[in-house]
């Protein structure tokens, strides 16, 4: 079975998300995507990342909604911080037949190189690199087998940018799904931009 693995922190899930989720599985050949929130970017120690259960729950409200696209909550057992490396052989350790696949934006694999044991992950998984906007994509000759670029929509949000909006009161309903949205505003998330 091959199963990808879309990380982040999801700090809120949005539309962007759900959109790149919906390609990755119905157009990569995979036979399950898991929509897996980290508990800690090991690159954003400095500001810290609140809202565990609620951002479990929210990309519960995505992943729901698509077909074969499941929820993870599998780093919260894993030591913090959690580097993909780590979580990536817990997951092989645990789930011996599967084949996992990771999915990532074009931002990410283009500092790939800095991520930790970088060359251990494209020795041992297969990548899948999404667009984002001002990056190129160029993959090595020598990891061809394992990268593959794809065609995903080109989605410009960004969580920040959403966290910052609801800090100051304005209307970001467009950016998130109906129930997200709906779901930040009850639980008075965001109210103070952390």
Do not use: C
Request: hydrophobic content about 40%; charged content about 25%; cysteine-free.
């Amino acid at each position: 079975m091959k199963i990808g693995i879309f990380g982040g922190t999801f700090n809120p899930v949005h539309i962007g998300h759900a959109i790149i989720a919906n390609y990755v599985i119905q157009h990569s050949g995979l036979d399950r995507l898991w929509m897996m929130v980290s508990p800690l970017n090991p690159f954003k120690v400095e500001q810290g990342e609140f809202y565990d259960t609620e951002r479990l729950r929210m990309v519960e409200m995505v992943s729901h909604k698509l077909d074969d696209v499941e929820t993870s909550g599998f780093e919260f057992s894993l030591p913090r911080p959690s580097f993909t490396i780590d979580t990536l052989n817990a997951l092989q350790s645990k789930f011996p037949d599967y084949e996992f696949f990771l999915v990532i934006g074009a931002d990410n694999w283009a500092s790939f190189d800095k991520w930790n044991r970088s060359e251990e992950i494209l020795s041992k998984y297969k990548i899948l690199v999404y667009p984002r906007r001002d990056y190129e994509i160029v993959v090595p000759k020598q990891y061809e087998s394992n990268v593959t670029v794809i065609d995903a929509p080109l989605v410009e949000v960004s969580s920040t940018e959403i966290r910052e909006g609801i800090s100051q009161m304005k209307n970001m309903s467009f950016y998130l799904p109906d129930d997200v949205y709906r779901f930040i505003l009850k639980n008075k998330m965001y109210l103070h931009n952390e």
